[in-house]
């Protein structure tokens, strides 16, 4: 742990020194996101307009990502910045502050109900979370930032984007307004599309375990209870007592299906499920898109892709 600070601390350093040699030349039209998922929401409201980018990319953690100083360099040409907030990229205000960014910084979660978060694997039921996401202070101590999970929520950080993206950049605002309106109709339609897939499996047959605690949300919009041996962040091993613990309630409950994560180490749960007798039912992607050529190259697809493969092992 301390060689990762002492790291990051070298890094943001050498950001820093980068950013000024970067400062006199800001473009316009280049919008950052902290991980893909948020880069394909800023795509779709405006990416007539703007030039894209991502910070974390397709199939990486942005749990424990190290920034690099060609990250700082990006974010000093930046006119926007989008962050999730909520402690779910805890790196990056590090980085912003180190970059010397001067444009808008978006907190794609503000103001959206959050559910607590649990820092230990047991299951979620299907309430309704309490309390509001307020940027970034919050440590995932206190509340789940996986808030995209739930296209419903994802319909409000879109509309945060976009409110933000108009504040700044009046001229186009319109637009903004106007593509993430198409782009929110698409994603009322991909939530009634989820929950005509599930209406047909009985609610207490939809038990389902993962390799981290990463799809509350999902659950509570859907009716699905997820149980994970890792808790909200992917940067803490399990101990041998919660997978033990895990394998007795995946044997109890007779819970049939374990998904990998795409992009975690699959050797935990390969241990669970041989122990338990319980099968693998293929990758789900939680914190990040797939490749270009992957099942989940878009937020869209990511849900499509996730529903079909618990759709099959809870109906199989």
């Known amino acids: 742990m301390f060689r990762r600070r002492t790291l990051l601390a070298s890094t943001l350093a050498a950001a820093a020194l980068a950013a000024p040699r970067a400062a006199c030349a800001l473009d316009p039209r280049l ?101 509001h996401g307020h940027g970034h202070s919050h440590s995932h101590g206190e509340h ?75 659950g509570a919009r859907y009716g699905i209870d997820f149980l994970s041996p890792q808790g909200i962040s992917t940067s803490a091993e399990p101990s041998a007592q919660q997978i033990a613990r895990l394998v007795q309630q995946i044997r109890r409950e007779r819970i049939g299906a374990i998904f990998i994560e795409a992009g975690a180490s699959p050797r935990v749960l390969e241990q669970v499920a041989a122990e338990s007798g319980a099968r693998i039912g293929g990758k789900l992607y939680a914190d990040a898109l797939s490749r270009p050529d992957g099942p989940a190259p878009t937020y869209i697809a990511l849900i499509r892709h996730n529903t079909r493969a618990i759709v099959e092992a809870l109906a199989g």
Do not use: C
Request: aromatic letters at 8%; zero cysteines; hydrophobic letters at 45%.
């Open 144 to 218: 789940d930032p996986h808030i995209w999970q739930d296209p419903r929520r994802a319909q409000a950080m879109v509309r945060n984007i976009a409110e933000g993206l108009a504040a700044a950049d009046q001229e186009a605002a319109e637009a903004y307004r106007t593509g993430a309106a198409r782009y929110v109709a698409q994603l009322q339609e991909l939530d009634a599309w989820v929950e005509a897939q599930f209406a047909a499996i009985p609610r207490a047959r939809r038990r389902v375990v993962t390799s981290h605690d990463a799809f509350a949300y999902y």
């Open 31 to 131: 919008a950052v996101a902290s991980f893909s998922i948020l880069a394909d929401f800023l795509r779709e409201i405006g990416g007539s307009i703007l030039e894209v980018d991502s910070i974390v990319g397709p199939e990486m953690d942005a749990h424990g990502f190290q920034p690099a100083p060609t990250d700082a360099q990006k974010l000093a040409r930046a006119r926007f910045v989008v962050i999730n907030g909520l402690g779910f990229e805890g790196w990056m205000p590090r980085l912003i502050r180190a970059s010397g960014f001067r444009g808008r910084e978006i907190v794609a979660s503000r103001g959206i109900a959050t559910l607590k978060a649990k820092d230990h694997g047991h299951s979620h039921g299907h309430g309704h979370g309490h309390g």
